[in-house]
């Protein structure tokens, strides 16, 4: 079941639901878009209808942001739980390790996906990451990685290129792609690199995360200002 957020249909699982559902699209002959909007990205969708198009046409549409589940209550609507796409990936990763499934990494700065394989194999022994590439490429490049990751084959491809970016380049490439599950994680390989810490588990658990990156980097005050906006759409469309 899903539940509409301001127009963007976000499935309704808990993570261990969520996390067997990307598993079990690795085993499938078909090719799976996977997505998780938080309340920024949903503001976005609003503004940009290709990316509204994409997220309601993807396989699996995860609540990201803490701001999603205040915006359900606000609509009398349940969502289940939070599902963070750093957490499902994680998630993912633990489960994959112990089979024949791989992984390519796509995005982030430079050397940046190179530090999060190499912290992610550490972190999950026997997780296979075939491949990595940063995410600055021109046309040119990017046909050659489409190549590499073919060749390669992967059965999940992480792209972190940031939104809308990521989502429209799964969207337009995963017919050429020979791969199985293909997810946008926006800045995940920074915190896989360690290059950004994640909110210590109070903060996680009061739902506060966002304001913990807020205080390690102020600049990202005019981003969280969507946070606002978006709550008060939310009751403005409530109250329609």
């Not at 290059?195 to 304001?211: D, H, N, S, T, Y």
Request: with cysteine; net charge positive.
């Amino acid at each position: 079941m899903k539940v509409d957020i301001l127009g963007v249909k976000i499935d309704n699982y808990k993570m261990n639901e969520a996390t067997e559902k990307v598993i079990q699209y690795m085993y499938t002959d078909n090719k799976h878009e996977i997505y998780t909007p938080n309340p920024e990205i949903v503001m976005i969708a609003n503004e940009n209808n290709e990316l509204m198009d994409i997220l309601n046409n993807a396989d699996l549409v995860v609540p990201d942001g803490i701001g999603i589940i205040i915006a359900a209550k606000i609509l009398k609507k349940n969502i289940l739980e939070r599902v963070a796409g750093y957490d499902l990936v994680q998630n993912v990763f633990r489960t994959m390790k112990d089979t024949d499934k791989t992984v390519y990494f796509l995005g982030g700065g430079k050397d940046v996906a190179i530090e999060a394989a190499k912290k992610m194999r550490n972190c999950h022994k026997g997780l296979k990451i075939v491949g990595v590439h940063d995410g600055y490429f021109d046309n040119e490049e990017e046909n050659k990685i489409i190549e590499e990751i073919n060749k390669l084959s992967p059965d999940l491809l992480l792209v972190g290129l940031g939104v809308p970016k990521q989502e429209k380049w799964i969207n337009n490439n995963i017919h050429k792609l020979n791969i199985k599950v293909g997810i946008g994680v926006g800045g995940s390989f920074d915190g896989m690199s360690g290059r950004v810490k994640r909110a210590p588990i109070a903060f996680q658990k009061l739902g506060l995360e966002w304001f913990y990156r807020l205080l390690r980097q102020p600049t990202r005050l005019i981003r969280m200002l969507k946070l606002p906006l978006f709550l008060i759409k939310v009751i403005s469309n409530r109250k329609k």
